[in-house]
T-cell receptor, first 111, second 114 residues
Framework: TQLLEQSPQFLSIQEGENLTVYCNSSSVFSSLQWYRQEPGEGPVLLVTVVTGGEVKKLKRLTFQFGDARKDSSLHITAAQPGDTGLYLCAGEGTGRRALTFGSGTRLQVQP | ETGVTQSPTHLIKTRGQQVTLRCSSQSGHNTVSWYQQALGQGPQFIFQYYREEENGRGNFPPRFSGLQFPNYSSELNVNALELDDSALYLC?????????????FGPGTRLTVT
């Protein structure tokens, strides 16, 4: 069974601060996706990383896939209240029949 | 391009009853996956349908069943509801064959079992 562990579970920071969310596993994934979910809504895809060591940037968000494709990180620079939400990482295993999700990091950015 | 839609938005059922949830895939997508998300948790994979057949299943009992129709819409059926079935049920569609396996989620159906 493939598992993804996210840390931290909760994060409350002030506007303008930087933060990093981690997603770790002992399993290798074909790709890893990051989602953001607002209360009462479905997850919205932010990015997909495929190659070990890959780095992708989405405005103030930087995503990195570990060299061994077992872990990933999400770094937010100068967080804003609009970044508040639940951040989920999800790994695509072999066979592509399901995504394995982490338990999420709930981020609150105070103005 | 139409996104993934789900109905109903909210549903309240009594233990032992049966429920059917519906999902319309994003235009052009051929695969539908269903996930259960308990409060404070990440989504858990229930099953996936491709070409109207079940194409993979998570650790859920047989009372969770599904269908995919020729227009790629889908249903999730749950029989003999239990209190622990209370959750947000998410449908996600994707297009198999494009390389990476990106899934696009609907807004979910909030099921409450009393």
């Amino acid at each position: 069974t493939q598992l993804l562990e996210q840390s931290p579970q909760f994060l409350s920071i002030q506007e303008g601060e930087n933060l990093t969310v981690y997603c770790n596993s002992s399993s290798v994934f074909s790709s890893l996706q990051w989602y953001r979910q607002e209360p009462g809504e479905g997850p919205v895809l932010l990015v997909t990383v495929v190659t070990g060591g890959e780095v992708k940037k989405l405005k103030r968000l930087t995503f990195q896939f570990g060299d061994a494709r077992k872990d990933s990180s999400l770094h937010i620079t100068a967080a804003q209240p609009g970044d508040t939400g639940l951040y989920l990482c999800a790994g695509e295993g072999t066979g592509r029949r399901a995504l394995t999700f982490g338990s999420g990091t709930r981020l609150q950015v105070q103005p | 391009e139409t996104g993934v839609t789900q109905s109903p938005t909210h549903l309240i059922k009594t233990r032992g009853q049966q429920v059917t949830l519906r999902c319309s895939s994003q235009s052009g997508h051929n695969t539908v996956s269903w996930y259960q998300q308990a409060l404070g948790q990440g989504p858990q994979f229930i099953f996936q349908y491709y070409r109207e057949e079940e194409n993979g299943r998570g650790n859920f009992p047989p009372r969770f069943s599904g269908l995919q129709f020729p227009n790629y819409s889908s249903e999730l059926n749950v029989n003999a509801l239990e209190l622990d079935d209370s959750a947000l049920y998410l449908c996600a569609s994707s297009l198999v064959g494009l390389g990476t396996y990106e899934q696009y989620f609907g807004p979910g159906t909030r099921l409450t079992v009393t």
